[in-house]
């Protein structure tokens, strides 16, 4: 009697154990796939939230800033899109269009020639403006001509360029602050009707330039570094 007992007592246990084993098993389960789900849709929802951390407390407050003058929620870092020396300075690369090439030409048919020191992007009115290049702010302002606009340095292989960003809408970055490639700086703007400081444009346009030194009259063609 002793022998069946202790044996019938083994089972129990095994049943026990077996028991718990199972529930631990689906508890882990359940408890993963929470996770599994739970994070992509908290991104999805919560896209500045999931990368502030990786922002400094300027870089996060600019960001809050723009959100709450554009109702935008998906601020942050932009998209670059185009495989070249430079990113492209529009996100929404698609939808641009070249509105004025670099050099010199007669835009009223005047017979006087002048140099256009850019180019000029037309694609979506305030798209994202991108950081071709991780560099250092240089100016952040207004200017006559261009109205709101941003200028960077870089610093390429040793070479010290310029990239000047101009009309815009907003402008989201400052003087001294460091950004990464594809860090949105501001917005496309220039409409003279819906944009304030559009500087001298007649529709909604990014001015582009690479310049060798900082400032206006240091400018060369940018289609060889973002085409």
Do not use: W
């Not at 600019?62 to 942050?76: F, P, R, S």
């Not at 004025?100 to 694609?123: C, M, R, W």
């Not at 702010?137 to 010290?160: M, P, R, S, T, W």
């Not at 206006?216 to 973002?226: L, V």
């Amino acid at each position: 009697m002793e022998l069946k007992a202790i044996l019938t007592a083994i089972e129990v246990l095994k049943s026990e154990d077996l028991r718990n084993n199972l529930v631990m098993g689906i508890t882990l389960l359940v408890a993963l796939v929470i996770i599994i789900i739970l994070i992509p849709v908290f991104i999805l929802f919560n896209p500045f939230d999931s990368i502030k951390d990786f922002l400094s407390e300027d870089e996060q407050n600019i960001v809050k800033n723009i959100q709450a003058n554009y109702g935008y929620t998906d601020y942050g870092m932009g998209n670059i899109t185009i495989n070249s020396k430079f990113g492209f300075p529009l996100e929404n690369v698609k939808a641009v269009v070249i509105t004025a090439e670099y050099g010199y030409y007669d835009p009223f048919n005047t017979g006087v020639q002048t140099k256009h020191t850019g180019i000029d992007l037309s694609g979506i009115h305030r798209d994202n403006v991108l950081a071709v290049e991780k560099g250092e702010v240089v100016f952040a302002g207004v200017q006559n001509g261009y109205g709101n606009c941003v200028e960077l340095k870089h610093n390429i292989d040793g070479i010290e360029l310029y990239t000047f960003y101009g009309h815009l809408s907003s402008i989201g970055v400052e003087i001294g602050q460091i950004v990464e490639q594809g860090y949105i700086i501001g917005k496309e703007g220039g409409d003279p009707y819906t944009d304030s400081n559009h500087g001298n444009s007649t529709g909604h346009h990014l001015h582009f330039e690479v310049r060798t030194s900082k400032g206006y009259g240091n400018d060369i063609n940018p289609k060889e570094y973002i085409f």
